[in-house]
């Protein structure tokens, strides 16, 4: 399962990334729709947290006792 998680990590530090930088930028450039659209991106991350939690509670929870 970790060639699974690997790109969901990867996909959600990116959109991360992208909220961190874009926000903040449309503040310094009175932009509007920057700020806007890196408020909007951040709900879209539930997504992928949620399907990486789903990875790692599943894996763990399937682990047999010894």
Do not use: Q
Request: glycine share 4%; with cysteine; proline share 8%.
């Amino acid at each position: 399962m970790s060639h699974v998680r690997k790109p969901i990590a990867g996909a959600l530090i990116l959109n991360t990334s992208i909220c961190l930088v874009e926000a903040p930028a449309g503040f310094s450039a009175n932009s509007l729709s920057l700020v806007m659209d890196g408020f909007h991106n951040m709900p879209d991350e539930t997504a992928p947290v949620f399907l990486y939690l789903a990875f790692i509670l599943s894996a763990n929870l399937s682990r047999k006792p010894h």
